[in-house]
Nanobody, 123 residues
Framework: QVQLVESGGGLVQAGGSLRLSCAAS????????MGWFRQALGKEREFVSV????????YATDSVKGRFTISRDNTKNTVYLQMNSLKPEDTAVYYC????????????????WGQGTQVTVSS
């Protein structure tokens, strides 16, 4: 059974940094893509970034490009989201998700989800 466990959230001042981790278990993730999504209070869940497990290729939404970096460590079965230059509008619950096949920005296409980790950026 696939399990995704996020960690690393917290409270940070604007301009600060956090690194989120997503520990994946339950199967081999070759051929999978791992995505980060976020959901602010009262808003829809939105795509943040995605990485292909096999070759490490990535894609991010425009609002985080140049500030957030997704990466993975195959030896630890862990995906990271390094978040720099954080802004109050980045405040949300951040979710890790996994799906087989091609990368997608649509949360409905992901089969597996973590429980989420809260990121709060104060101004």
């Amino acid at each position: 059974q696939v399990q995704l466990v996020e960690s690393g959230g917290g409270l940070v001042q604007a301009g600060g940094s956090l690194r989120l981790s997503c520990a994946a278990s339950g199967r081999t993730f070759s051929g999978y893509v791992m995505g980060w999504f976020r959901q602010a209070l009262g808003k829809e869940r939105e795509f943040v970034s995605v990485i292909r497990w096999n070759d490490g290729s990535t894609y991010a939404t425009d609002s985080v490009k140049g500030r957030f970096t997704i990466s993975r460590d195959n030896t630890k079965n862990t995906v990271y989201l390094q978040m720099n230059s954080l802004k109050p509008e980045d405040t949300a619950v951040y979710y890790c998700a996994a799906k087989a096949g091609t990368a997608s920005t649509k949360f409905g296409e992901y089969n597996y989800w973590g429980q989420g980790t809260q990121v709060t950026v104060s101004s």
